[in-house]
């Protein structure tokens, strides 16, 4: 065969696939398309590679650091306030001023950056939509390049998707939401991507390439000379928010913009971040917009953190909401944190959706929506989450009425009798019972979710909630602390133990109901069986997984024939 130079096909005998012009030192290797290359050019590939080079020491740290604080709650030690920064946490700052362009931020929506979904959330009504990389997408390649494509037409305004199915145009309205974009946590990787031999972190891959091609239109429509604005998830501690303000002013010099225009509100949503919030705030200071309540993640979270702490096990997950008092004492320390520094107090997420075919049950649902935002509203949170836009019009509703005109409570909701709270206070185990429902729940949606992650979807309708990775992991955490101690389900009565063969039982009877409800057609196509592997495996280890996500995404990476390397 004649070849050409480094024994490639010359051009004419055989066609060589088009391929992604990159940097030195990076390699793609997820498939290529003529849309997903607009997005993964040379210079942002460059300002990505650059991001890596810069900071991978220092998130192998914060990792390393993380398995280190496991390591000693574990051996029985409790998170808490770390005295070396009382210094921070007793001072007298306040973050940077919030931009004008984000001041009202009363209700907002999530969801995944799939094309309708983008435009439906920026057209709900909500004052913000959060477009997320994490926990509501499953990161596959085409759906992660995909995303990126859809923010950068978002952005640009010229966002439209056509549902042939409904013969319908979707398209943007005049007013919308402001976009703020969720990349991933420290921890995932992006093995479509190697940077020096090795994957690149998943979250600068999606903070790079969404900054990269948006910083200059976003401050121009949307940000008001400010921007773009971020959510970060998963911390742990001020360390990696720290990581995070330097990358931002990285990338503020890149762009050759003002230091302080990239903004964030970070999740607190681990439960030893908790107990760094001032320091998370300290750290972001000049690049802070406040602080969410992540309730789903923390209620994970407390299980993680007390896996190796028989006494301190959670009751049916149904039964761990914003009354509990380890819940309420950290959504009002947050409250109090976030308004003496000047930042917004986010509260959490309403993960209910509309349910179309019985109004009562509708009207239920709504109900609790509205009971849970008036709780947001009067505790002093300044804006609050919603999963669906039907849900918008009842939370814009709650928060209006309570706050009238003004943007948000930040001057008015000091929450000084929150000074009190103690560790005590934010650890407190939560109060219910352990049933054979709670079990049986939590294995029906785990199995469900993965199988729908396994299949491209992040975000997962089921039982009238929708259901992210975080509620997947409080599943597979609690099932596995059940398994583990042997808990009594004492709701019952009767006086059962979870064991590995009654949950071996549990999951057979659990598979035959998910294939009556859900068809057996449905069920035989997707990958249930796959995905009841993974989550048994998950739930019966001998030692709890970190991530749930990290585990699975093994299934999901498919890599592809490298074009001609870069000599």
Request: hydrophobic share 40%; proline share 7%.
């Given at each position: 065969m004649d070849t050409g130079t480094y024994g490639y096909?010359?051009?004419?005998?055989?066609?060589?696939?088009?391929?992604?012009?990159?940097?030195?030192g990076v390699d793609i290797r997820g498939r290529y398309d003529e849309e997903f290359a607009k997005i993964l050019t040379k210079d942002a590939l460059k300002f990505v590679?650059?991001?890596?080079?810069?900071?991978?020491?220092?998130?192998?740290?914060?990792?390393?650091?993380?398995?280190?604080?496991?390591?000693?709650?574990?051996?029985?030690?409790?998170?808490?306030?770390?005295?070396?920064?009382?210094?921070?946490?007793?001072?007298?700052?306040?973050?940077?001023?919030?931009?004008?362009?984000?001041?009202?931020?009363?209700?907002?929506?999530?969801?995944?950056?799939?094309?309708?979904?983008v435009i439906n959330a920026l057209n709900s009504g909500a004052k913000v939509f959060m477009a997320d990389f994490e926990d509501a997408l499953s990161p596959s390649w085409e759906n992660l390049m995909r995303g990126q494509v859809n923010l950068k037409d978002a952005v640009a305004g010229t966002i439209t998707f056509n549902d042939k199915a409904r013969n319908k145009v979707y398209k943007l309205n005049d007013q919308t939401a402001k976009l703020f974009v969720r990349p991933r946590g420290w921890h995932l990787p992006e093995a479509h991507i190697f940077i020096d031999g090795e994957p690149a972190t998943g979250c600068l891959v999606d903070f790079g390439l969404y900054f990269y091609h948006n910083h200059a239109p976003f401050r121009q429509t949307q940000g008001a000379g400010f921007g773009p604005f971020f959510?970060?998830?998963?911390?742990?501690?001020?360390?990696?928010?720290?990581?995070?303000?330097?990358?931002?002013e990285r990338a503020e010099k890149m762009a050759g913009i003002e230091r302080g225009s990239i903004r964030a509100t970070v999740l607190i949503e681990t439960l030893p971040a908790v107990f760094q919030m001032n320091e998370i705030l300290y750290e972001l200071r000049d690049h802070s917009v406040g602080l969410n309540c992540g309730r789903w993640d923390?209620?994970?979270?407390?299980?993680?953190?007390?896996?190796?702490?028989?006494?301190r096990l959670l009751p049916d997950r149904v039964l761990v909401g914003m009354t509990q008092h380890f819940m309420k004492s950290y959504s009002d320390l947050l409250i109090r944190t976030c308004h003496r520094r000047g930042v917004h107090a986010m509260g959490g997420m309403a993960a209910q959706i509309p349910i179309r075919d019985d109004p009562a049950a509708n009207e239920a649902a709504l109900e609790l929506v509205r009971k849970d935002k008036l709780r947001d509203v009067k505790a002093g949170h300044d804006g609050t989450w919603a999963a669906h836009p039907g849900l918008i019009p009842a939370c814009v509703e709650v928060f209006n009425n309570n706050m009238g005109n003004a943007p948000n409570q930040i001057k008015d909701a000091k929450r000084d009798d929150a000074a009190s709270i103690t560790e005590e206070?934010?650890?407190?185990?939560p109060r219910g019972v352990r049933t054979m429902d709670g079990l049986r729940l939590n294995t029906r949606?785990?199995?469900?979710?993965?199988?729908?992650?396994?299949?491209?979807?992040?975000?997962?309708?089921?039982?009238?909630?929708?259901?992210?990775?975080?509620?997947?992991?409080?599943?597979?955490?609690?099932?596995?602390?059940?398994?583990?101690y042997g808990v009594e389900l004492d709701g019952d009565g009767l006086g059962v133990r979870v064991s590995k063969e009654l949950f071996s039982r549990v999951v057979e009877e659990e598979m035959a109901r998910i294939e009556s409800e859900v068809g057996k057609d449905k069920f035989k196509k997707g990958m249930y069986k796959e995905a009841c592997k993974i989550f048994k495996r998950q739930c019966t280890a001998p030692t709890l997984d970190d991530f749930l996500t990290l585990d699975a995404y093994n299934y999901i990476v498919i890599q592809h024939p490298k074009g001609p390397a870069k000599l």
């Open positions: 096909p010359k051009q004419g005998v055989k066609k060589i696939d088009p391929f992604y012009d990159v940097p030195e590679a650059e991001l890596q080079r810069e900071f991978r020491s220092h998130i192998r740290y914060a990792l390393e650091c993380r398995k280190e604080a496991k390591r000693r709650y574990n051996e029985g030690a409790l998170p808490g306030f770390d005295p070396a920064t009382r210094y921070i946490r007793e001072g007298e700052w306040v973050c940077a001023p919030v931009p004008p362009a984000v001041a009202d931020r009363k209700v907002e929506i999530t969801g995944p950056v799939e094309r309708k979904m959510y970060l998830p998963k911390m742990e501690h001020s360390r990696e928010a720290k990581i995070w303000n330097n990358v931002f923390y209620i994970f979270s407390y299980v993680k953190t007390f896996q190796a702490h028989p006494d206070d934010l650890l407190q185990i949606v785990g199995i469900q979710y993965v199988a729908a992650w396994l299949t491209g979807s992040g975000s997962v309708p089921l039982y009238n909630l929708m259901e992210d990775a975080a509620t997947a992991e409080i599943s597979r955490v609690q099932n596995w602390q059940w398994i583990k």
